[in-house]
Structures are given as C-alpha cells and as structure tokens.
C-alpha cells in the first residue's frame, strides 16, 4: 500500500489538500468521493515525498515537530498498537501535508519489510544518527516502546531548552536593534541638519564632533550601500560555514572567547552527556 497525495474540491468548492494511502489511485479516487470530494490531481508519493527518500534529501522537520511525532508514537506503542497502525493514526493526526507524506512513506517501508529504523534512514534530515541508532537498539532488544518514550523526553527537554534561550534572548535582541535603528536614522536624517549650525561658527570643532559629522556624512552616502554588502556578507558567511573544516575553526574561534568559550563548553558538556545518557540507556553499544 503507498502513499497518495490529492488535490480536491470539497462541497463548498475550495480546495483541498492532503495524504491518503491506497493500493492503487483509482481507490484513493473512490475514497475521495466517498468523503464528498471531487479529485482534482492525485500522485504518488514516489512523485513527491519518495525522490526526497531516493536522493536523501528529505524534508527536514523541527523540533517541534519531531518532539510532537516521536510523543504521539511512543504513547500509540505503549499502549499496544502496532508500529503501522501508529504511524498512519500519527500522520492523520498531522495538518502539514509534507509531514503527512513523510510518516506515510515510513509506514510503506515498513510494510514492505523494512526495519523502523531503516525507514528512518531513508529520510536522513527529518532523522538524525542519534534518532536512529536509538530506535534500532530499541528495536533489536524488543523495547520500542520504552525508547521511543525516552526519546520523545530528550525531544521536549531539548524544545524547552531552546524556547527558553530564544525567550531569554528576546529582550536583549529587541534593544540592540532599536538602539541600532536609532543610532543609523540619528546619523542619516538628525545629524546632517545640524551640521549648518556648526559650519556658521569659525572655530574648530572638537575631535569628537568631527568624527561624528564624518560618520553622518559617510552614512548619508554609503549607508545603502553598507546595507547590501552587510547583507552579502551574512550570506557568505553562511555558505562559508557549510565546510566542515571552516565550522571547525568557528568553533575553535567561539571556545577561545572568554565569555562566550566557557558557556558553550559547559552547554556541549551538558548535551553531550544527555545524548550518551539516552543512547546507553536505550541499549546502543557504548563504542
């Protein structure tokens, strides 16, 4: 059985999208009139969600959503149902199509004979090494349920630990770039209408009140300019960050702070041991 995505017209005439799973797209068709829906386009996943599984590049999921997906599987499988049945209630639940999609495709792999953990495999994005490895000693020792219930913990901890450094660094993120909005419009519109009531004097202005006048004269005609390469260079530096040797040295750079090097060697000496926690627990080989 695959995985169809539609699209429909409901009763209203609006269109519909969404993920049904059939042996065949004449049933998934039959299905959508049964449901009072007029097929509009209908493909299967090998169209869509399958080239992300073919070309490992599959959709990659937050973590928001992958702490959502793994809670609701763990607790279908604590509570006895089969691992198919989980994924389809689960991927019913979900109101994104591509996610919808995502979980179906897994199911199909899994009926076909594939291990849970090699049809995560399949979609290395939305899965990381540490998901899988987790489910496959899981698997292996015929404790699915208690891992993907450990695993789903480490999700929603990792979330609540990013919502609260994202909350914590809402407020000093928000002054720092008001202070810098007013600092650039002072110099590009406040400054300049000033600079006549200085010229009418014949004394030397102070060092300090040139070097302003010089900044709000070179804001005024680079400041756009300034923008863009500002710009430009955010984006390559981030193109630049996707070497694994240069994010390395990044690293390097950061653990050399002094502030900022001592934080992030005890957040990585806190993930590292909760992610070794979690893994050993679950029953994956400590090498």
């Not at 006048?213 to 530096?237: K, N």
């Not at 040797?245 to 690293?251: G, V």
Request: glycine share 6%; charged share 20%; net charge positive.
């Amino acid at each position: 059985m695959a995985a169809f995505s539609y699209r429909a017209l409901d009763q209203n005439g609006s269109v519909v999208r969404g993920v049904l799973q059939g042996d065949s797209e004449r049933q998934v068709r039959a299905q959508l009139r049964s449901q009072s829906l007029k097929p509009l386009e209908i493909k299967t996943a090998s169209e869509g969600a399958g080239r992300w599984f073919s070309l490992q590049s599959s959709p990659r999921l937050t973590s928001n959503d992958l702490a959502i997906i793994t809670r609701q599987l763990a607790t279908l499988v604590q509570s006895g149902l089969p691992l198919t049945d989980a994924l389809q209630a689960s991927a019913k639940q979900s109101r994104k199509p591509k996610l919808q999609e995502l979980l179906l495709q897994v199911r199909s792999r899994v009926q076909e004979g594939y291990s849970f953990a090699n049809a995560l495999g399949e979609s290395p994005k939305s899965f990381d090494q540490l998901y899988r490895a987790t489910v496959r000693a899981g698997e292996s020792a015929g404790y699915l349920g208690p891992v993907l219930l450990r695993l789903a913990e480490y999700c929603e901890s990792g979330q609540d630990t990013r919502q609260k450094l994202a909350m914590a660094m809402i407020y000093p993120a928000i002054l720092l770039l008001v202070s810098a909005l007013v600092i650039v419009a002072m110099m590009t519109f406040v400054v300049p209408k000033l600079i006549g009531l200085f010229q009418h004097r014949d004394r030397e202005l102070p060092g300090l009140t040139q070097l302003l006048i010089s900044t709000s004269e070179f804001f005024s005609a680079y400041g756009l300019h300034l923008l863009v390469l500002l710009v430009a260079a955010a984006i390559a530096f981030s193109y630049w960050l996707r070497s694994p040797e240069n994010r390395l040295n990044w690293h390097r750079f950061l653990l050399r702070l002094p502030a900022v090097g001592g934080w992030q060697r005890s957040y990585d000496a806190a993930r590292f041991a909760a992610t070794l926690s979690i893994m050993v627990s679950s029953g994956v080989p400590l090498l």
